[in-house]
Structure formats: structure tokens, C-alpha cells
């Protein structure tokens, strides 16, 4: 079975561009949830959606935004890129976003801003 | 509040010597937990999880965690640390009458295993 897939895989952009990035969840997830790491750190929490609608939003400015599509995939978009955007962004697949369900992540999209 | 503590940034092992991860959390109520490992330049892959069934749980590659409620930790361990091994390890919490349903992630222990 595939796993979460991501793409781009890596990615350059410019600052004050506009980048999106894919999430394919595994088959059958409904909640897609986005990350930010920071080389270094720990994962950050982006968003999580679950059924086409946005279930959690961490703290982040309102130059991130996401949607989920009937098939439950993801896209995340970054407007007016600032270098502080470098990092690895991390999607992840679950049945459901409560209880014991794991988290399944994809490897990941790494930006880099110039 | 929720939190997870990793009581280590860094642990160093040689090979074929037992692994100690700690991980001490702080929930309301009995949580799901979680250890995610992740390799560099790669994504996260679950190790285990708890999900109340048993104290004890098993994951992939050898790793196990223990769940100790009056110690409120649920540190991994592995008998013996293979090169392989060598990794940032993640301990997680997903407190469970959280409607947020947001999971709570500890900084991390980097594992380095000495040949």
C-alpha cells in the first residue's frame, strides 16, 4: 500500500514568492494534518483538516493557508516567502484525528528560500 | 496544561549496549502516546503507540516502551542498539478528552550509537 506522498520533494524559491505544496494521504485517511521543521527542531503544527473542513490551526501568520479536496488530498500554500520559511514541511495521514489513531507521515517537502 | 518532556537532548550508546529514551508527560487524563523516529533528511515513522490496552508495548525494529502511570513517563528502550538505530527520536502525546485533538511533541532525543 502507498504511504503518504508528497511533492514536490524539494523545492527553491525566492523571497516574496508563493509556493504550494502536495500531500497525498494514505487510502481511507480522512485527516490530513501539515507540519514546519526547522533544521534542528521539532516538528511545528500547522493545520489539521479532517472531511474537507479545517479542524486546527497552529501559530502561524496568515501568509499559510490550506484546503483538503473531496478525495481528502492537501495542498498548503505560502504566500510572500520570507527566509524564515526554510524548512522541511511534513504532512501526515490519519483514519480520524482523535483518539489513538497514528499519525502517518510523508517524507516531506524541503524549501529552501533565497 | 498538556506537555511532554524528553528528559534528553542527546544520548549516546555503543553499539550492542541497551537504549534509554525517557519521556515524561503531563495530561489530565489517560493520553495516547506515541514514539516517532526520524532519520535524517527523512519524515517521521511510528515506532509504537499506547493506546491503554497494555503497559507494555512493542514496535518495530526491537524498540519497546513502557507506560507507567504513577510515573506519568513512557520511556523507550531496546536491548541491544544497532548503527541503524541512530536517529532523532520523538516521544508524543494526544491528550484524550482534548477536542483540539492536536498532538503534543516533545523536542526530541538524538540517538547516537558509537561503533
Known amino acids: 500500500d502507498a504511504g503518504v506522498t508528497q511533492s514536490p520533494t524539494h523545492l527553491i524559491k525566492t523571497r516574496g514568492q508563493q509556493v504550494t505544496l502536495r500531500c497525498s494521504p494514505i487510502s481511507g485517511h480522512k485527516s490530513v494534518s501539515w507540519y514546519q521543521q526547522v533544521l534542528g527542531q521539532g516538528p511545528q503544527f500547522i493545520f489539521q483538516y479532517y472531511e474537507k473542513e479545517e479542524r486546527g490551526r497552529g501559530n502561524f501568520p496568515d501568509r499559510f493557508s490550506a484546503r483538503q479536496f473531496p478525495n481528502y488530498s492537501s495542498e498548503l500554500n505560502v504566500n510572500a516567502l520570507l527566509l524564515g520559511d526554510s524548512a522541511l514541511y511534513l504532512c501526515?495521514?490519519?483514519?480520524?484525528?482523535?483518539?489513538?489513531?497514528?499519525?502517518?507521515f510523508g517524507d516531506g517537502t524541503r524549501l529552501s528560500i533565497l | 496544561a498538556q506537555s511532554v518532556t524528553q528528559l534528553d537532548s542527546h544520548v549516546s550508546v555503543s553499539e550492542g549496549t541497551p537504549v534509554l529514551l525517557r519521556c515524561n508527560y503531563s495530561?489530565?487524563?489517560?493520553?495516547?502516546l506515541f514514539w516517532y523516529v526520524q532519520h535524517p533528511n527523512k519524515g517521521l515513522q511510528l515506532l509504537l503507540k499506547?493506546?491503554?490496552?497494555a503497559t507494555l508495548v512493542k514496535g518495530i525494529n526491537g524498540f519497546e516502551a513502557e507506560f507507567k502511570k504513577s510515573e506519568t513517563s513512557f520511556h523507550l528502550t531496546k536491548p541491544s542498539a544497532h548503527m541503524s538505530d541512530a536517529a532523532e527520536y520523538f516521544c508524543?502525546?494526544?491528550?484524550?478528552?482534548?477536542?483540539?485533538?492536536?498532538?503534543?511533541w516533545g523536542a526530541g532525543t538524538k540517538l547516537i550509537i558509537k561503533p
Open positions: 501526515a495521514s490519519s483514519l480520524e484525528p482523535y483518539g489513538n489513531q497514528p499519525q502517518h
Open positions: 508524543v502525546v494526544r491528550p484524550v478528552m482534548d477536542s483540539n485533538y492536536q498532538l503534543i
Open positions: 495530561s489530565s487524563y489517560s493520553p495516547s
Open positions: 499506547y493506546t491503554s490496552a
